[in-house]
């Protein structure tokens, strides 16, 4: 799995799907959410510029440019809030991963 953020092509390994063979739909679902609150600004419930960049360390994502992490929150806000609630964020992780993709796409 790629993806370029602003001319930088950077690389993730998808364990989406190794993770929900493991855990079923259930605790993958679970272990989502569990990210969403580990990202989130507790106050707001929403995972904002803010509480991204300050918890941005705990991904490895710690050198990444603010405009990177606007771009990283764009991509998912589908309500143009500027911040990604629940399950905008549950979305955007089930587009980012080719693997969930396409066996949602085979019917698998």
């Not at 605790?27 to 989130?40: T, V, Y």
């Not at 771009?71 to 905008?88: H, K, R």
């Amino acid at each position: 799995m790629q993806a370029n953020i602003i001319g930088q092509e950077v690389d993730f390994e998808d364990y989406f799907p190794s993770m929900i063979t493991r855990l079923g739909s259930e605790g993958f679902i679970w272990e989502l959410c569990n990210g969403f609150r580990l990202l989130m600004d507790v106050e707001k419930g929403l995972i904002t510029f803010e509480s991204l960049k300050r918890n941005s360390v705990l991904l490895g994502l710690h050198d990444l440019r603010d405009d990177e992490l606007v771009c990283m929150l764009m991509e998912g806000d589908m309500d143009g809030d500027g911040a990604l609630n629940q399950m905008e964020f549950c979305i955007l992780m089930f587009r980012l991963s080719p693997g969930l993709m396409d066996g949602a796409q085979s019917g698998g």
